[in-house]
């Protein structure tokens, strides 16, 4: 039996989705959680490997198990079984050809910025804070034309395993919202900090630094070091995870599909979404 978890977390004391030895990562507190349920060992395969800092609102993964549980039991015993920062918002009996990463259309990331004279308390770990006021309207003007397929070469780091740096961008949106700059972006995939480059060479031009126009010379230079610096983790979310309608899956509602621009998540449809 093939399922699939629906996970929020706040990934500041973590060292990223992504198992690693000695070291604190959603994988391998889900794994252990779920593991207490299941009774025998398993892997989850994740939507993507968010790094060392990086929240997610809504994180997708799946894992195969012959244990005859509820989808009530698989929600609620494996959070008994987590820590306070991760969480399990739905589980749901999937085909076996789901797959978390491969079936995903694409992916959404969100990075919040605050502008204000005094550094945030309750929200330092969970967004970007800079006392300097932001030219709104130039950064919007510098996001024009990066929709469809492009080279990205320029915005990814060192390290990045990818064969190819070439990602197709179905949504760039920049908002103003409760005393933040919110920035959005959906790509079928994303290179190596890809996001947190891109914003990062964004706020130079927020800034004044830079021209609209210089982030279309940075692309096209595909030189990492011409690009700004990286943005920090802690302003950036996995947004939510797009998969094909077949699938139903019980997921939170994109962002603005309300009035209020509240998330919630979708009432079950069917026996097989908890």
């Known amino acids: 039996m093939r399922i699939a978890l ?32 299941a009774d025998h060992p398993l892997r989850v395969v994740p939507a993507g490997r968010t790094d060392a800092g990086v929240h997610a609102r809504e994180q997708v993964v799946h894992f195969d198990s012959e244990a005859r549980r509820t989808l009530r039991a698989w929600r609620e015993g494996t959070n008994a079984g987590l820590p306070p920062d991760v969480v399990v918002l739905w589980a749901q009996e999937v085909p076996p050809d789901f797959h978390a ?70 949504r760039l949106t920049l908002l ?51 690009a700004g610096v990286m943005a920090p983790p802690g302003g950036l979310y996995l947004w939510t995870v797009r998969y094909p309608d077949r699938y139903g899956l019980c997921q939170r509602l994109p962002s603005g599909s309300q009035k209020t621009g509240s998330a919630r998540i979708r009432a079950p449809e069917t026996p097989n979404c908890l």
Not at 193 to 199: D, I, Q, S, T
Request: proline share 3%; net charge positive; aromatic share 12%.
């Open 6 to 37: 629906g996970l929020e977390y706040a990934g500041t004391l973590f060292a990223g989705f992504q198992y690693q030895k000695d070291r604190r990562t959603v994988q391998a507190v889900l794994e252990q959680a779920l593991e207490r349920v």
């Open 101 to 170: 990463r491969r079936s995903a259309l694409a992916r959404c990331y969100r990075y919040r910025i605050r502008t204000a004279p005094n550094r945030p308390a309750l929200d330092r770990d969970r967004l970007f804070w800079t006392r300097h006021p932001l030219d709104v309207e130039a950064m919007r003007k510098s996001l024009e034309g990066w929709l469809g397929e492009q080279d990205w070469s320029a915005f990814r780091s060192a390290g990045c395993q990818s064969r190819s740096s070439r990602r197709r961008v179905d």
């Open 176 to 226: 103003e919202q409760g005393g933040e700059v919110i920035f959005e972006i959906e790509a079928n995939a994303f290179l190596y900090h890809m996001v947190r480059n891109f914003v990062g060479s964004l706020l130079e031009v927020g800034y004044g630094h830079q021209p609209p126009e210089w982030l279309r010379e940075v692309q096209a230079g595909r030189s990492r070091v011409a």
